[in-house]
């Protein structure tokens, strides 16, 4: 884990090259990343587990209809839940690094735009692959095939005649 957030701090730094850094903590940047993941796969799980009772073990399946549309658009939200972990992280971080800067020296918004875009495509492709925001695709994925399988009343989610 150590090795990715070193690979993280290195090209945030080759984005704020023009910016001198005093001290420099990722922990709370890697943190929110990982949690968007985290929230995404707990989701995922949870509508996992929902659509399975009215699909496997024939319980709620009078509200199959009900459970299989919240299934659908849940397990859809699941796999946007990292995306948006990593794009609300990146504007208090690059603010923690123009407020690093030496001397009277502020970023200008031309430089904060640059390094918030840097910012944004990495910590897409970190969350997405480093920090298992994969797994929360998958498991989204699985949940609103499952939700759809429950809407079209396969397996134990048929209605008795």
Not at 11 to 19: D, E, R
Not at 48 to 70: D, E, M, N, R
Request: glycine letters at 14%.
């Amino acid at each position: 884990m150590s090795g990715t957030r070193s690979l993280l701090v290195v090209g945030i730094v080759a984005f704020v090259s023009a910016c001198e850094l005093k001290e420099f903590k990722n922990d709370d940047y890697a943190g929110s990343l990982i949690g968007g993941a985290i929230g995404g796969i707990v989701l995922g799980l949870l509508m996992i587990i929902l659509v399975s009772l009215p699909l496997c073990c024939g319980i709620l399946k009078q509200y199959g209809k009900v459970i299989g549309a919240i299934g659908i658009v849940l397990g859809i939200v699941a796999l946007a839940i990292p995306f948006l972990g990593s794009m609300g992280s990146c504007g208090p971080f690059v603010d923690a690094i123009c407020d690093m800067r030496c001397a009277d020296n502020q970023c200008t918004e031309a430089e904060k735009q640059i390094m918030l875009d840097g910012c944004n495509i990495l910590g897409f492709i970190f969350a997405y692959t480093v920090a298992f925001g994969w797994v929360a695709v998958v498991l989204g994925i699985v949940a609103a095939s499952l939700a759809c399988c429950v809407c079209c009343q396969c397996g134990k989610a048929k209605l008795d005649a």
